[in-house]
């Protein structure tokens, strides 16, 4: 996968910048100079596809009373239109983040799904835990924003897109 970054691109997918499926140099090579034709593109970023149905969002947003709070939600494009989200409290447990779960309007997706392994609710912990100890540890990030975590079918969300927005950037 190939795809467009640079500071004031934060929806690569709305303006064309993720190329899939390049099966040879060429293609390649043709793809990448599309994408750092196209305005605001700084660098091009290269990942594995990760392969899943499910997309879910995870990220933190620095409260000035609670410190760093989790998020969970349904992730992608559908992410801002459905505003299915919920809050998980600094050093979120297992318990915490299923509680979250039941609260959302998606759960289900979060479930067994079309033959796939429930979300590994251990792993998205995990990542809950990294973006708060990342936070701790430089507080001039205000938020981060995972989406998507793409759920493979084992049930391990894996983080194909990040977002983290420091303390008096420019939104």
Same mark, same amino acid.
């Given at each position: 996968?190939?795809?467009?970054?640079g500071a004031a691109l934060a929806h690569k997918s709305?303006?064309?910048?993720?190329?899939?499926?390049?099966?040879?140099?060429?293609? %390649?090579?043709?793809?990448?100079?599309?994408?750092?034709?196209?305005?605001? %593109?700084?660098?091009?970023?290269? /990942?594995?596809?990760?392969?899943?149905?499910?997309? !879910?969002?995870?990220?933190?947003? @620095?409260?000035?009373?609670?410190? $760093?709070?989790?998020? !969970?939600?349904?992730?992608?494009?559908?992410?801002?239109?459905?505003?299915?989200?919920?809050?998980?409290?600094?050093?979120?447990?297992?318990?915490?983040? @299923?509680?979250? !779960?039941? @609260?959302?309007?998606? @759960?289900? %997706?979060?479930?067994?799904?079309?033959?796939?392994? $429930?979300?590994? %609710?251990?792993?998205?912990?995990?990542?809950?835990?990294?973006?708060?100890?990342?936070?701790? /540890?430089?507080?001039?990030?205000?938020?981060?924003?995972?989406?998507?975590?793409?759920?493979? $079918?084992?049930?391990? $969300?894996?983080?194909?897109? /990040?977002?983290?927005?420091l303390r008096g950037a420019a939104s």
């Amino acid at each position: 996968m190939l795809k467009g970054a640079g500071a004031a691109l934060a929806h690569k997918s709305d303006a064309d910048l993720v190329r899939v499926g390049l099966a040879d140099d060429e293609a %390649v090579r043709d793809a990448a100079a599309e994408i750092l034709a196209a305005p605001g %593109v700084e660098r091009l970023l290269v /990942a594995e596809r990760v392969v899943g149905r499910r997309e !879910i969002l995870a990220g933190l947003l @620095r409260d000035p009373v609670l410190g $760093p709070v989790g998020a !969970i939600g349904l992730g992608g494009v559908l992410a801002e239109g459905l505003r299915d989200v919920a809050f998980v409290p600094p050093r979120s447990s297992v318990a915490d983040v @299923r509680d979250a !779960i039941e @609260r959302l309007r998606s @759960r289900d %997706v979060f479930g067994e799904f079309r033959g796939e392994r $429930p979300v590994d %609710v251990g792993a998205l912990v995990a990542v809950l835990e990294c973006m708060r100890a990342l936070a701790e /540890a430089a507080p001039c990030i205000e938020a981060i924003d995972l989406n998507p975590l793409v759920v493979r $079918p084992d049930g391990v $969300p894996v983080a194909v897109d /990040a977002l983290i927005t420091l303390r008096g950037a420019a939104s």
